[in-house]
């Protein structure tokens, strides 16, 4: 079962990293990256994670869920 919705970053032509958009530490929404390519928590608690969807400030103590993807004719299929 996927956890909806996802972020998704282009990491090369034809390779995307696909991340949860649920927090670890409070299950709110995280928002998409910002201009220093961190997705911050939106519950407003200081949560923030990298592209790769590791905890770079805190309170969260887990990454982000990620799911395997391929992308081929301008389709980007997700997997977990």
């Known amino acids: 079962c996927f ?3 996802i972020l998704s970053k282009k990491e090369s032509e034809d390779n995307f990293k696909v ?3 649920r927090c670890t530490h409070s299950s709110y929404s ?3 990256f910002n ?3 961190l997705a911050m928590c939106s ?3 200081g949560g923030g994670f990298n592209a790769n969807g590791n905890v770079v400030s805190g309170p969260p103590s887990a990454s ?3 799911y395997s993807s ?3 004719n301008n389709i980007l299929i997700i997997s977990k």
């Open 30 to 32: 995280v928002n998409d």
């Open 19 to 21: 991340l949860s958009r």
């Open 3 to 5: 956890e909806w919705p």
């Open 35 to 37: 201009s220093q390519g």
């Open 70 to 72: 391929s992308f081929s």
């Open 43 to 45: 519950s407003g608690h």
């Open 64 to 66: 982000l869920s990620s």
